[in-house]
């Protein structure tokens, strides 16, 4: 990180193109998913405090903003997923580099095939 | 500065810590494709968050099959992403100070709610009536 070259930009900035992209995408994917982790082991411990608070508290997630963003934690996890498929065919076969811009496409088709239908079926209720 | 390869990925830790931690992801990774997606589809597809509540919980621990795959699922994520943040916090917060702290409050935080999560998971007993 060089100082006053382009200030924040300089953080993420790489080589460009899809190799960059895929690695941002993977941080930004990969930080979203660890702190709503974290929520969530809070959320669920209060099970620990009985069926009224519990339930009282879950009741949250039926709430229309928060299916919205579940829809969104599930595209995190997915694109991290598919991503951390690609990288691990590259790491594991070194070869397939040349062909990591094809893998991005391919990871990029399969998460519009599953997302889609996957949010269809989680907002359904808000419909 | 650039490397003669110029695309690919980060090159293989020689050895040591860094090594085990770089293997670590890639196993932990593949293990998270089925337990992290697996939850996902069980608890938005197959159920909704319309179902899920207190007695629904109980039920999924009543057995320890569901505890078992919490549990793993817990630890793995939790250790994937808390080693992610590590990744970040050495990339990204240089000066040695700054480094030491938030790596430390990381590792206190992690180590709570792995403490915590587990404890939940291990633990708990249904309410009775």
């Not at chain 2, 860094?18 to 992801?25: G, I, K, Q, S």
Request: proline letters at 4%; charged letters at 15%.
């Amino acid at each position: 990180m060089e100082k006053g070259q382009g200030g924040m930009w300089t953080w993420i900035k790489y080589r460009g193109g899809e190799g960059q992209l895929a690695w941002v995408l993977h941080r930004v994917t990969g930080l979203g998913v660890f702190l709503f982790l974290l929520i969530h082991i809070l959320d669920t411990a209060l099970i620990g405090w009985g069926p009224e608070v519990y339930d009282k508290v879950v009741k949250l997630y039926h709430l229309p903003l928060f299916r919205v963003g579940e829809v969104v934690l599930a595209g995190m996890v997915l694109y991290h997923a598919l991503n951390g498929i690609r990288i691990t065919i590259i790491d594991l076969w070194e070869e397939t580099t040349r062909f990591h811009r094809q893998l991005f496409y391919a990871a990029a088709i399969v998460f519009i095939v599953v997302f889609f239908p996957t949010a269809y079926l989680m907002l359904r209720p808000l419909l | 500065m650039i490397a003669k390869r110029d695309v690919g990925p980060a090159p293989r830790p020689a050895g040591g810590f860094e090594l085990y931690t770089w293997f670590f992801m890639r196993v932990s990774g593949v293990l998270l494709l089925v337990l992290a997606l697996g939850h996902l589809a069980i608890m938005h597809l197959v159920n909704s968050v319309d179902v899920i509540d207190y007695a629904f919980v109980a039920s999924r621990y009543a057995t320890p099959f569901w505890r078992t795959y919490d549990l793993l699922l817990l630890i793995l994520a939790l250790l994937h992403g808390l080693n992610g943040v590590r990744t970040m916090i050495h990339d990204y917060v240089r000066p040695r100070g700054w480094r030491l702290l938030s790596l430390s409050c990381l590792y206190v935080l992690g180590l709570m709610f792995l403490a915590i999560g587990s404890l939940v998971i291990l633990t708990f007993q249904p309410a009775r009536g």
